[in-house]
């Protein structure tokens, strides 16, 4: 299945999908990354590999509608089943979520409903949970707020900072994001109100 990654940083969690994605069996394979941000180390590393890429800054826009639209237009023209959000600092709007309806995943710092939002790692440190995660979820119109598909917990230590406890939060959440990028692609999904199961 063909997959579009949207990123706005590093892009650890697309390096692994695409070390993962030139095994046959995988099932999904990244066509194109599309970033907001020129300046994105996501960007590199897909160049590196040779897959294509796409820049749709805001500043290039005259409001945020107009952005959406021309996003929603830059992934379409790679023909994607699938559009993997992987550390993409933006909130899709209506305009991309009805082009890509329930074909959307998103991957959050934090064990969802708890600590949604940019900051899911430092407001998890600063309420004090004992335990925290991350979550790969389909993305609705809200902030973290779509049906959730796979979570799995880390545990915070006691000398963790945000930067420790994001670093071994990012290795879990390489893993299952792969791991969920290649189910859905080779199974699909069913959704039944907020419950989602894996397999079409
Ligand atoms: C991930 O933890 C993602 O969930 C969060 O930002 C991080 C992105 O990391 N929103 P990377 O760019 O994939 O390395």
């Given at each position: 299945a063909r997959v579009v990654v949207l990123v706005s940083g590093g892009g650890s969690n697309l390096a692994a999908l695409l070390a993962a994605h030139d095994d046959p069996a995988y099932g999904a394979r990244v066509v194109g990354v599309v970033s907001d941000r020129a300046d994105a180390g996501g960007l590199t590393g897909a160049r590196d590999a040779g897959v294509a890429t796409a820049v749709v800054a805001p500043?290039?826009?005259?409001?945020?509608?107009?952005?959406?639209?021309?996003?929603?237009?830059?992934?379409?023209?790679f023909g994607p089943r699938w559009v993997v959000s992987a550390g993409f600092m933006r909130i899709l709007g209506a305009p991309f979520l009805l082009r890509f309806d329930e074909r959307v995943l998103n991957t959050h710092p934090a064990l969802l409903p708890a600590f949604p939002g940019a900051h899911g790692v430092r407001d998890a440190l600063a309420y004090g949970v004992r335990v925290t995660g991350c979550t790969v979820h389909l993305v609705d119109a809200g902030t973290d707020t779509g049906p959730v598909i796979a979570q799995q917990a880390v545990?915070?230590?006691?000398?963790?900072?945000?930067?420790?406890?994001?670093?071994?939060?990012?290795?879990?959440?390489?893993?299952?994001?792969?791991?969920?990028?290649?189910?859905?692609?080779?199974?699909?999904?069913?959704?039944?109100?907020?419950r989602v199961r894996l397999g079409g």
């Open positions: 500043a290039d826009f005259p409001d945020r509608a107009a952005w959406d639209a021309a996003l929603a237009k830059t992934v379409a023209s545990e915070v230590l006691d000398d963790d900072d945000e930067a420790t406890l994001h670093e071994r939060i990012k290795t879990v959440e390489r893993a299952l994001l792969v791991d969920v990028v290649g189910r859905v692609a080779r199974h699909g999904l069913t959704i039944e109100g907020r």
